[in-house]
């Protein structure tokens, strides 16, 4: 099924200020609402979001990036990697295909990238929304820094990305998901590329997503799934927390929620949207109308 709708959406590519950076897109004649731009975690890419391409690409403009150094976006320069980094290869690819001002998603470690891109644009985002994100260690002791980003690049050594996919992609969702929600999982995780996984690492040790979430002053919403056992509801509190909203906890659902439960994931992402969209239409230059 997943493979199947894929084909409708298959690998863009565009040359950009940041160098070549692939991605996925659908709804691209809907210019009267909001894009939403999907950024994945760091061990997945474009293609996992595929639900929700085909279901909120009926009604608006969606895509979804191989973030620098997945399938064949370029990576970015630096091989320890700050999030500002990763925020100007996106601010060059959404320059590149016209987007000025969107919905922002971003899934683990995607929100990192999300956080750092709204802090430093807040006039480019519309609304943030954080799916089990990531915090990040960069305000954790250097020791823990280092530990942490060390047993993950130990680990992507000696399994590699299909040894990664068959070890690791149970983790990411619950006992609840259905086996093709494991495939797709593991499908994704199996192609991620090294380097790029590697550069990723460096940047999950270096943030600090609480802290450039809290520069930006735009709408935010945070939300985990009951079950994540990666980042779990305790964790992501304290983000939801820095960004000033209740958490919303997702029944049902791992750390991959929107891939076990793309129902209920694209619903909140629409909703969010929607939301936006609403206030948007009753306010002029944020005046009520």
Request: net charge negative; charged share 20%; glycine share 8%.
């Amino acid at each position: 099924m997943n493979i199947e709708t894929l084909a409708c959406f298959p690998d863009m590519q565009v040359h950009t200020a940041h160098g070549t950076t692939g991605y996925r897109e659908a709804g691209a004649m809907h210019l009267r609402t909001l894009p939403v731009v999907l950024l994945h975690g760091i061990g997945s890419g474009a293609a996992s979001w595929i639900r929700q391409l085909d279901v909120l690409g009926s009604t608006r403009r969606v895509l979804a990036w191989d973030a620098p150094g997945y399938g064949i976006s370029t990576g970015v320069a630096s091989e320890a990697p700050i999030a500002a980094d990763y925020a100007r290869a996106l601010s060059a690819w959404l320059d590149a295909i016209d987007v000025d001002r969107c919905v922002l998603v971003g899934h683990s470690l995607g929100a990192i990238i999300a956080g750092s891109f709204a802090a430093s644009a807040p006039e480019r985002v519309a609304g943030l929304l954080l799916i089990s994100p990531a915090a990040g260690y960069g305000a954790a002791s250097k020791e823990v820094r280092e530990s942490k980003r060390d047993a993950r690049l130990k680990m992507l050594h000696e399994l590699g990305p299909q040894g990664l996919a068959r070890e690791r992609s149970a983790n990411m969702v619950s006992h609840h998901a259905d086996e093709a929600a494991r495939e797709w999982v593991r499908w994704n995780m199996a192609r991620i590329v090294p380097e790029g996984y590697a550069q990723a690492t460096h940047l999950l040790a270096n943030a600090d997503l609480a802290a450039d979430i809290a520069r930006f002053h735009g709408r935010i919403a945070v939300a985990v799934g009951a079950e994540d056992a990666i980042t779990p509801p305790a964790a992501c509190e304290r983000i939801a927390q820095a960004a000033h909203v209740s958490l919303q906890v997702m029944p049902r659902a791992g750390h991959a929620g929107y891939v076990e439960s793309p129902a209920a994931y694209t619903a909140l992402i629409a909703s969010f949207c929607n939301g936006i969209e609403c206030h948007m239409s009753h306010t002029k230059d944020g005046v009520p109308q």
